[in-house]
Nanobody, 124 residues
Framework: EVQVVESGGGLVQAGGSLRLSCKAS????????IGWFRQSPGKEPEGVSC????????TYANSVKDRFTISFDNVKNTVYLQMNGLKPEDAATYYC?????????????????WGQGTQVTVSS
């Protein structure tokens, strides 16, 4: 069974940084495309970034481009989301998700396996 678990959220001041981790168990994370999504209360999930299987390509939402970096560590079976220059509007619950078709990237409806989420709070 595929499981992904997020960690690394927390409280940070505007302009600060956090690194989120998405660790997979039960499978090789490199066999899956991994997406990071965020959701605030009352809003639809928003695709933040995705990385294709084996880390071949990375995609970012315009709102985070040049501030966030997604990366892949095959040895640790983990995908990271490095978030720099955080803004209050980045505050949300962040989720990672996995899908094997390499098709959906920033579209949340295509993902099969989801973590429980990690909270990111940004103070102004």
């Amino acid at each position: 069974e595929v499981q992904v678990v997020e960690s690394g959220g927390g409280l940070v001041q505007a302009g600060g940084s956090l690194r989120l981790s998405c660790k997979a168990s039960g499978v090789r994370i490199g066999d899956y495309a991994i997406g990071w999504f965020r959701q605030s209360p009352g809003k639809e999930p928003e695709g933040v970034s995705c990385i294709s299987s084996l880390g071949g390509s990375q995609t970012y939402a315009n709102s985070v481009k040049d501030r966030f970096t997604i990366s892949f560590d095959n040895v640790k079976n983990t995908v990271y989301l490095q978030m720099n220059g955080l803004k209050p509007e980045d505050a949300a619950t962040y989720y990672c998700a996995a899908e094997k078709r390499n098709r959906y990237c920033l579209f949340y409806f295509g993902y099969d396996f989801w973590g429980q989420g990690t909270q990111v709070t940004v103070s102004s």
